[in-house]
């Protein structure tokens, strides 16, 4: 404990500021060269293997393919469940978001599963008619943005009509998923019926991508704003990463698809421009999954309709220190250094890691992929064919790519300064202390926080986060008790609590070489 107490008294915190420069700016990096081709019509319009490339799905890993196949055959005995307008316009009333949400994802999860296990089988005649109904319960919702993130009546619970194309999250991810389904099995859905598939394609255009493409619309867009001049964190990536997968398995025309991108890029480079050069991501590891992860989704989807497009990105130390960030916060095998929203409790996302680990060539990434590829159980792989299906779907194999697992533990000084240190003792006892600012995405008032872990155990410990309801996105938000220092340790004296804002700064400072600490 004394070495514990030594190594915090020669930490240091106060103000500093982080300046974003000017950085990379993807459509330069592009050329015009890409947007021609674009233009023109000159690119792939394949991303995903349609359900006639049998070679693909012959080949995913058999005990895959058994519980897949096995969770769709449940969902064929089930009824879609039904999603009331009335849960949906409670949320505010109730503040509860997961009866109107729960139904909502698993409409969503299990079209994605049905999918899958039908391409998987062959047998459109045992999943097809299924599949169409979802497509059909799906498009017919009013609102595919949830309400936690709808434009607003004023002075009623009502939601505006803009809510209805509104590209939040979810929405954008609805589309994607869509387009993904119509993308694998149009052959067998357009034997079907043609016009039911232009229907499909059309509405999901209409709710998502067209409303984006109209510039009056940008207001409404804060992750995709090109006035916006603040950290764009998740959303940016995830929504952006979505919109560009639906409008190439959508057929967006040519001439849209080059306005789309290159409005879509000019968000993606200030979201990388964002992070410093060590990779720090201030939304933490678990939110590294949707944001540096779907980061790397729109990089694979570029270089895909056009090759190795945006390559040499890929091969620069910044890239290489985003894409190993969660691995220098990783514990154990399920946990990770938490702090702000992010959960202490971590699935190892190992397809991610394989896919960042070929893109970058880091053979630490590709090291945790092999380490944990047999760790994926049931629950994960279900979840990552339906929480990301396009990440995923490309890498629902458990080939391994053979790499030294040493390197996967690297002890230990992780500095990244000035937001943020993990350090260890021979994996004994590992520490880590958090600066920053109080304005960060997904802020707790947390400056100062630490947590001690013993032998891969918390010994003192974050409690983490819990499930957003309204009043962590009102003016109360601050009073929730884990939300602030009451939830995290971070100082609170005489019962003051941190107050929220970019003014409100701390830095992690190292006065000499750790070893010598550890010594």
């Known amino acids: 404990m004394r070495k514990i107490i030594q190594f915090f008294l020669f930490l240091l915190l106060a103000q500093a500021n982080i300046l974003l420069g000017e950085g990379i700016r993807f459509n330069d990096i592009l050329g015009d060269n890409f947007f021609s081709a674009i233009r023109n019509g000159n690119y792939n319009r394949v991303i995903v293997p349609s359900i006639d490339e049998r070679q693909f799905y012959e080949n995913i890993n058999p005990k895959f393919k ?11 005995n089930e009824e879609i469940v039904n999603l009331s307008l009335y849960d949906y316009l409670a949320t505010a009333k109730t503040g509860d978001r997961r009866k109107y949400e729960t139904p909502y994802f698993n409409r969503r999860n299990n079209l994605m599963i049905l999918t899958v296990a039908c ?37 009623d619970i009502m939601v505006s009509i803009e809510t209805k194309s509104r590209c939040d999250l979810f929405g954008s991810a ?48 804060w992750w995709g704003d090109p006035a916006n001049n603040t950290f764009l964190n998740n959303w940016t990536p995830w929504c952006s990463a979505s919109l560009l997968c639906a409008a190439v398995t959508l057929q967006l025309p040519p001439a849209d698809l080059e306005k789309l991108i290159r409005k879509l890029n000019i968000n993606i480079s200030k979201y990388y421009n964002f992070f410093p050069d060590n990779g720090y991501c201030e939304e933490g590891a678990t939110y590294w999954v949707v944001s540096a992860g779907n980061f790397l989704s729109y990089i694979e989807i570029i270089n895909k309709i056009r090759t190795d497009s945006i390559k040499s990105l890929t091969q620069t130390q910044k890239f290489k220190n985003i894409a190993e960030f969660p691995l220098k916060l990783l514990v154990n095998d399920n946990l990770c ?15 991610l890691f394989r896919r960042y680990g070929e893109a970058c060539n880091s053979a630490r990434l590709l090291a945790a992929a092999d380490k944990y590829a047999d760790l994926i159980d049931e629950k994960q792989l279900l979840e990552n064919v339906s929480n990301n299906p396009y ?5 629902i194999s458990d080939k391994k790519s053979g790499v030294n697992q040493s390197s996967v533990n690297e002890k230990r000084l992780d500095y990244f300064a000035p937001n943020f240190v993990m350090a260890g003792e021979n994996n004994n006892f590992l520490v880590n202390l958090k600066g920053g600012n109080n304005d960060e995405s997904h ?55 941190q107050q929220y804002g970019k003014n409100f700064t701390a830095t992690v400072l190292l006065w000499f070489n750790i070893r010598i600490i550890f010594a």
């Open 66 to 76: 058994k519980i897949i196949i096995a969770q769709a055959d449940k969902i064929l």
């Open 174 to 221: 609805t589309a994607s998923e869509i387009g993904i389904v119509l993308a694998i099995l149009d052959k067998p859905l357009r034997e079907f019926s043609s016009g039911f598939v232009d229907y499909v394609r059309e509405k999901t255009l209409e709710k998502s991508i067209y409303f984006y493409l109209d510039d009056a619309n940008d207001k409404l867009h």
């Open 391 to 395: 990440l995923h779907l490309m890498q």
């Open 443 to 497: 802020n707790h008032n947390d400056l100062g926080h630490f947590s001690i872990y013993y032998q891969g155990k918390p010994f003192v410990i974050d409690v983490g986060t819990m499930r957003y309801g309204t009043k962590n996105f009102s003016d109360q938000r601050y009073e929730i008790w884990y939300v602030n220092g009451e939830g995290h340790n971070a100082p609170v004296i005489n019962g003051i609590m």
């Open 119 to 155: 391409a998987i089988s062959n047998d459109t005649k045992k999943y097809l008619p299924k599949i169409i109904e979802y497509l059909g319960a799906i498009i017919q919702e009013e609102f595919w943005c949830v309400y936690a993130h709808a434009a607003y009546s004023p002075n």
């Open 337 to 351: 250094a938490s702090f702000a929203d992010a959960s202490a409790y971590y699935e190892v996302p190992v397809h």
